[in-house]
T-cell receptor, first 112, second 115 residues
Framework: GQQLNQSPQSMFIQEGEDVSMNCTSS?????WLWYKQEPGEGPVLLIA?????ELTSNGRLTAQFGITRKDSFLNISASIPSDVGIYFC????????????FGRGTQLTVWP | DADVTQTPRNRITKTGKRIMLECSQT?????MYWYRQDPGLGLQLIYY???????NKGEISDGYSVSRQAQAKFSLSLESAIPNQTALYFC??????????????FGQGTRLTVV
């Protein structure tokens, strides 16, 4: 299967700091998605990216589809305690007919 | 009400028992998926179905089976549960007709413990 490397694995930051995380794949993807999972819940879609170079924002979140189509980045500005959770990247390649491959997640902890 | 509903939310079962996890959706999506989540390992695809007559294996299908009873229902079975199947299980749906067919919508998960 396709390999996704997501980093960092965990982050401990203070409220107000900015956060960056990224995901790289061993092959080209046509779509990158970023999800957030809170304790006891399923992942919720934050941002979807469909074109290489695309930069998309959702409030304080900004994500980019890398121009090589093998990576994506998620930034969170001015973090707040409710940003706590696990963030997952997911990608879909042209040959996988809608199947998503997930990174292992970034566990974010925000100290007040 | 949730668009993707999983039952039960929590289950403890004994080794060797057969167990079924159920998923129903009100989104009208054709595509449904079952994922397994283990700490630190992300989400691994068990089975997926693109319509009622279509069933496909994912990366970790061994020890599992599925049934797509209707467009809205997709169940996952463990024929003989074993302890290393203890995990969090998620059902998801997506809609190819939307033009953004890779966006998956998840249920709240079923926490399964096999003792």
């Amino acid at each position: 299967g396709q390999q996704l490397n997501q980093s960092p694995q965990s982050m401990f930051i203070q409220e107000g700091e900015d956060v960056s995380m990224n995901c790289t794949s061993s092959s080209i993807f046509n779509t990158w998605l970023w999800y957030k999972q809170e304790p006891g819940e399923g992942p919720v879609l934050l941002i979807a990216l469909y074109k290489a170079g695309e930069l998309t924002s959702n409030g304080r979140l900004t994500a980019q589809f890398g121009i090589t189509r093998k990576d994506s980045f998620l930034n969170i500005s001015a973090s707040i305690p409710s940003d706590v959770g696990i963030y997952f990247c997911a990608g879909q390649g042209g040959s996988t007919l809608g199947r998503l491959y997930f990174g292992r997640g970034t566990q974010l902890t925000v100290w007040p | 009400d949730a668009d993707v509903t999983q039952t039960p939310r929590n289950r403890i079962t004994k080794t060797g028992k057969r167990i079924m996890l159920e998923c129903s959706q009100t989104k009208g999506h054709d595509r449904m998926y079952w994922y397994r989540q283990d700490p630190g390992l992300g989400l691994q695809l068990i089975y997926y179905s693109f319509d009622v007559k279509d069933i496909n294996k994912g990366e970790i299908s061994d020890g599992y089976s599925v049934s797509r009873q209707a467009q809205a229902k997709f169940s996952l079975s463990l024929e003989s549960a074993i302890p290393n199947q203890t995990a969090l299980y998620f059902c998801a749906t997506s809609d190819p007709a939307s033009g953004q067919n890779t966006e998956a919508f998840f249920g709240q998960g079923t926490r399964l413990t096999v003792v």
